[in-house]
């Protein structure tokens, strides 16, 4: 086994298992799909659990693009989600359709339906429920077969038990239907699906097995434990780990489908080198997550999008803070965290820490600019705090009686001129007027601070984020130039408080913030991204690696990466204050210059791009599994491999700690940018280095030998 610190000090070396956008050969020639059909297994399929949801939903297009009518997403049927996600329609596919009938009058309860999103992909959803009378039976089987024992409390195992035995009998029966030996593919994403891949392996099923971790079990759990998670990776007793969370059952299904799969892929260089530790296995090729960059792209018109949904955050603020709008809401900066309430794995824990001394060096430098921090993190509610609600009622009536004073007063000014008189600005507001207006003015006083919470929380004296707020202090007093809200809820574009979806909120915010310490790969980052929002990021996120790999200067870009892989939590929070500090000083063109380079990224993060390393992952395993049938020639990558985002022609638009690299206020200098930045020329720069990822070039053949890798990286060698 390696040293530790060597692979997490060493250069990423580009080889099959970097995600390298390199514009190498293309393919020989097409991929012959025809014969092959594809299976891809996740229980996130049709069913909102996690952030693979995401993954599946998202790549189900370009998939579906790709196979046509041989591709099959297999999950869990769960009611209360087919009868808003999923369309059920009889097979089309004759072999399937015998296959499905079997396995319905053998005891089992299967399901064909279109699932309504885009690309409409086919899906086959097994009811795990319905056969339970078969779990005992189906458990005593993996204890003979892999020595695994699935304790009978843990339910989501048990369900995983279920799903895999159901899973290789449908690959079993589609195999033994078909009248021709098939070329099948199946892709199982995480543990809860990994049992089908082991038992496809060992029932020697003529199938092309890949497995994908999105993240290993026992990292997630060990991060949750506040462990020196990197640093001490070589160290772990992993057996003993998984056994004292009582996860051992789990882990090693997980560790089974790893070893068993004929091709391994993880979602980032950071869960790969997690992986190689913890699984015992070295991934065979990294498979960012991507997103459908055309559902979040405005085109020509995210900065109209971004003002127009400024604009109704600002409402929602006005509301919040009525009695205390003491600072300037055109000098106010919208910065927001969300996700999984994990307040140390997704860093709110250093990114309270880096808000309280933000603010004192806004208070000490006399800043006039006002930070308003957004805390989006769901948790135990019991309702809406009823002060927050007052806020918005009070702003509301507000705006009612400013309505009608305004109206009166139109009426007098239009019968002023009417009559051919100048009006008499004196008589325009009479005293009923200022009467109205007086009211309204008592009825903002407020006697206590703005909430912290817009929620009543369950556990508000045992509450992570409340409590880190009570020992920093920031409590949203007038003196204090940032301000925290805490909206322990998802966002809804129905809730009578901050109505907006989420896209929505995103694109209205100024700066995403995402310190984590565990995120395999970061999607909140990366809808920033693609939406042109700045956002911080770190070192230690599968997003954060991506960028810094492909941006020369990801700063200049809007993607700040903090790093928390050689640096102390003390010195990465002072490092997020300083680029926190650093954005909060620039002038507002500066900001529109930032977020159309980073807008000018999302390609980079489109499934039309990144999609192509999952199709080389399918190519790999048919070529592993049929090796008479299907050729696999991977090519070195060059000295040249893997281009990098130049740092911009113009200035940065952030200001830097060590140099001047942004202009100062003064008119003449900004006029001098002016000259110097031109918008078209950089994006057709940008545009120019935007290329093909590398994607080896595959062929048919009818009696061949797979060829091997001369690197080191080996794809013939069958991990079982």
């Known amino acids: 086994m390696c040293d530790l610190d060597t692979t997490l ?95 319905n009058s053998s005891g089992c309860k299967v399901y064909f339906g279109r699932w309504l999103i885009e690309g409409s992909p086919y899906v086959i959803l097994i009811d795990v429920a319905f056969t339970a009378w078969s779990l005992d039976r189906w458990k005593s089987e993996l204890w003979d077969l892999c020595d695994i024992g699935v304790p009978w409390f843990d339910r989501e195992a048990n369900d995983a038990v279920l799903f895999g035995f159901l899973t290789v009998w449908l690959l079993g029966e589609y195999a033994a239907q078909s009248e021709e030996p098939p070329h099948i593919v199946a892709h199982f994403h995480e543990w809860l699906a990994g049992l089908g891949l082991v038992l496809c392996r060992h029932r020697q099923l003529p199938v092309a097995t890949i497995f994908t971790t999105h993240a290993t079990l026992l990292g997630r759990y060990l991060c949750a434990g506040n462990v020196d998670f990197y640093n001490k990776l070589a160290e772990f007793n992993v057996d003993k780990e998984a056994g004292d969370r009582q996860i051992y059952h789990r882990y090693c299904l997980e560790r089974a489908a790893a070893h068993c799969a004929h091709i391994f892929t993880t979602v980032s260089q950071i869960t790969a080198i997690e992986a190689e530790f913890l699984l015992k296995r070295k991934p065979d090729i990294i498979t960012p997550n991507g997103l459908n960059v055309k559902k979040f792209s405005a085109v020509h018109e995210f900065q109209n999008l971004h003002a127009q949904s400024k604009n109704r955050i600002q409402e929602f603020v006005r509301g919040h803070f009525y009695g205390h709008l003491d600072f ?43 930070v308003i921090a957004f805390f989006i993190m769901p948790a135990r509610t019991n309702n809406f705090n009823v002060e927050t609600l007052k806020g918005q009622a009070v702003r509301k009536q507000l705006w009612d009686t400013a309505q009608t004073v305004k109206e009166r007063f139109g009426k007098k000014l239009y019968e002023s001129l009417l009559v051919g008189q100048l009006p008499d600005i004196s008589k325009m507001l009479d005293k009923e007027d200022f009467t109205i207006m007086k009211r309204a003015i008592f009825a903002t006083q407020r006697h206590c601070q703005p909430p912290i919470c817009t929620h009543n929380m369950l556990e508000d004296s045992s509450d992570p984020i409340l409590n880190c707020v009570r020992r920093i202090g920031l409590f949203n007093s007038s003196a204090d130039r940032v301000k925290i809200i805490f909206h322990p809820e998802f966002l809804s574009s129905t809730s009578p408080l901050l109505p907006m979806d989420y896209e929505e909120f995103v694109r209205g915010c100024h700066l995403g913030v995402f310190p984590s310490y565990y995120e395999p790969w970061g999607y909140t980052p990366a809808e920033c991204t693609v939406m042109g929002i700045p956002s911080v990021s770190t070192n230690l996120s599968g997003f954060g690696c991506f960028m810094e790999e492909h941006i020369a200067d990801p700063s200049a870009y809007g993607i700040y990466i903090m790093d928390r892989r050689f640096r102390g939590v003390d010195e990465s929070c002072n490092q997020l204050t300083s680029f926190l500090f650093q954005f909060c000083k620039q002038s507002r063109r500066q900001r529109i210059i930032q977020r159309n380079r980073t807008e000018r990224l999302s390609d980079l993060l489109d499934w039309r791009y990144l999609g192509r390393f999952y199709i080389s992952a399918r190519h790999m395993a048919l070529a592993k599994a049929f090796p008479d049938t299907f050729l696999y020639e991977p090519h070195e990558p060059s000295s040249t491999s893997g281009f990098r985002y130049p740092r911009p022609a113009s200035v940065p638009p952030s200001p830097s700690l060590s140099r001047h690299s942004s202009p100062h206020h003064s008119e003449g200098e900004d006029n001098e940018e002016d000259e110097r930045y031109d918008e078209d020329l950089e994006a057709e720069k940008d545009r120019v280095n935007i290329r093909q990822p590398y994607a080896p070039p595959f062929k048919n053949k009818t009696s061949a030998v797979l060829g091997a890798n001369e690197n080191g990286d080996s794809v013939t060698s069958d991990k079982n």
């Open 328 to 370: 300037n809401l055109d000098k106010c900066l919208f910065l927001f965290i969300a996700g999984r309430y994990e307040f140390s794995n997704k860093g709110a824990d250093v990114f309270l820490e880096a808000l309280a001394r933000l603010n004192y060096l806004l208070r000490v430098n006399h800043s006039d600019v006002t």
């Open 9 to 103: 000090s060493m250069p990423l070396a580009r080889s099959l298992s970097v995600t390298s956008l390199s514009g190498l050969e293309e393919w020989d020639e097409e991929f012959d799909l025809e014969d092959a059909v594809l299976f891809e297994i996740a229980w996130e399929v049709a069913n909102k659990v996690g952030g693979i949801y995401t993954v599946i939903q998202t790549k189900a297009r370009l998939t579906s693009e790709e196979w046509g009518e041989n591709y099959f997403l297999v999950g869990p049927y769960v009611e209360s989600n087919v009868r808003t996600q999923v369309e059920l329609i009889e097979p089309t596919n004759p072999v399937l359709k015998k296959t499905i009938d079997k396995m």
